[in-house]
């Protein structure tokens, strides 16, 4: 499934025009505050916006708000927990991505004050990924991980920007994972959102 | 039984004890002795007052005149609510919500009250319309405030939870579901320790006042369980209609989090 952006409209940058093909990682960088977390938080619908943004041709606001949610599934920074164990987060308290983040079994019978800011990130993700996204919206996925963590991490998004054709847009700082990951990616600059080039 | 009445100076007794604790709070730095001073002056003022004009009120017998002023009790109590939010809602929202519900549920629970169970002659008898629904007006704003106060702090300090749950594909009343109900108890656990306490630790208010009055003791328990129960049950109402709205009006048609709906006033 496709993302398309139509002159969308956020606080902090000018009006994008912007087109995320099916099973492609597009990688989005910035200086802190100008605006990249903003601009997944409005592609989710959690903030309001201006312009269109469609799914495969149907436009945000013809879709209720949670099934949006669903498909265009957004990772936030910081994944948020309100049950005290693991496993009272997932679906029928089970979840098939542990194993490929390096996640035992166990940990969904983990309390959640026992976590790392790692396992908390890594965990999020597994449990996002049982909604089955068409889209993957990911701010600093993986900011807390150790190298190994973060080979696991990227290593499962492009399986499945392969396998089930995922569009990925990803937030990240590090240069050598933008180059390393991306179909194409791009750079806020002042209020504009650029093309980055590697040079 | 004859009725002992108190003097001037039986009250002052009284009162120097609220000065005491005043000036203890003071002293302590508890930051609560002004409130204290404040809320007994008005509770001085505001009850001589209405003794003074009550008879008067009780003499009358237009319809219109008593429904005014059962308006101006809920008015003032709306106000209240607001006043007692950290968070209210801006605009006319911080007092529509509260009031109206409040209102609602006060109003039909009297009208229950007087029309059905007392039977009151005529329907609009004064005597027994103002009390009652100052006791229920009373309790149903006190868990009003106490819930919408809970509901509205705790979505702001939430916020990153309420929206984690909805970026899951959650609806906006799962997201706020347990913040709700966590208000809504906050706000009903003084009725229901009220009436669990009654008669085994504490004498209720009216019930004291009847029999200090002279009432027969039985006559009087009747009258406070009545009241205690019409009272639980308008808290009740009230407190659950005012959740869903205020709960309804934190989310936009988008279901969006919406706490710029909120002002802060401290």
């Known amino acids: ?23 492609w990682l597009v990688t989005l960088s910035g200086p802190s505050g100008a605006g990249k977390s903003l601009l997944l938080r ?18 945000q606001c013809s879709m209720p708000a949670p099934v949006w949610r669903r498909r265009v599934g957004l990772l936030p920074a910081e ?17 098939t991505f542990l194993k490929p983040l390096g996640l035992p079994a166990e940990c969904l019978q983990w309390q959640i004050s026992r976590l790392s800011s790692g396992e908390k990130q890594r965990l999020g993700l597994a449990r996002l990924l049982e909604n089955e996204p068409r889209i993957l919206l990911l701010d600093e996925a993986t900011a807390n991980l150790d190298q190994e963590n973060r080979q696991r991490v990227e290593t499962l998004i492009h399986d499945l920007q392969k396998s089930r054709r995922l569009g990925v847009l990803w937030v990240s700082h590090d240069p050598d994972q933008r180059r390393r990951l991306s179909d194409r990616s791009l750079r806020i600059v002042q209020d504009r959102l650029e093309r980055e080039s590697w040079s | 039984m004859e009725l002992i009445r108190l ?12 000065l005491a604790l005043a000036a203890l709070s003071w002293q302590l730095r508890l930051g609560v002795g002004k409130r204290l001073l404040i809320s007994a002056t008005r509770t001085l003022v505001q009850l001589m007052l209405l003794g003074l004009v009550l008879h008067l009120i009780f003499d009358q017998s237009n319809p219109l005149f008593i429904g005014g002023l059962l308006l101006i009790m809920a008015l003032i109590a709306a106000r209240e ?19 109206s519900t409040m209102f609602v549920s006060a109003f039909a629970l009297m009208l229950l009250a007087t029309q059905v169970i007392i039977q009151v002659d005529p329907w609009y008898n004064p005597q027994y319309l103002i009390p009652l629904f100052g006791m229920l007006l009373g309790n149903t704003m006190s868990g009003i405030a106490i819930a919408l106060d809970g509901l509205t702090r705790s979505a702001w300090r939430q916020r990153p939870v309420i929206e984690g749950r909805l970026l899951l594909g959650e609806t906006w009343q799962q997201a706020i579901g ?21 008669g085994l630790v504490s004498l209720p208010g009216m019930m004291t006042g009847q029999i200090l009055a002279g009432s027969p003791p039985l006559e009087a328990a009747k009258y406070q369980i009545l009241i205690l129960l019409l009272v639980a049950a308008g808290t009740g109402f009230g407190t659950m209609g005012a959740m869903w709205l205020a709960s309804r009006r934190l989310f936009d048609e988008r279901q969006r989090l919406r706490l710029d709906r909120l002002k802060s006033t401290s």
């Not at chain 2, 001037?8 to 004890?17: E, G, R, Y």
């Open chain 1, 1 to 23: 499934m496709s993302l398309e952006l139509r002159g969308f409209d956020i606080p902090l940058l000018q009006p994008i025009d912007l087109t995320l093909a099916d099973g």
């Open chain 1, 42 to 59: 409005a592609i989710a619908d959690l903030d309001p916006h201006q312009g269109e943004c469609l799914l495969d041709g149907q436009n």
């Open chain 1, 79 to 95: 994944p948020q927990w309100w049950y005290d164990q693991v496993g009272d987060h997932f679906p029928d308290g089970k979840s």
């Open chain 2, 7 to 18: 003097t001037p100076w039986d009250l002052a007794i009284a009162a120097s004890l609220i």
């Open chain 2, 81 to 99: 609510i607001r006043a007692r939010q950290t968070r209210p809602f801006g605009g006319l929202w911080g007092y529509g919500i509260g009031g």
């Open chain 2, 178 to 198: 347990d913040i709700r109900q966590e208000a809504l108890r906050s706000g009903l656990i003084p009725i229901i320790n009220q009436m669990s306490i009654a």
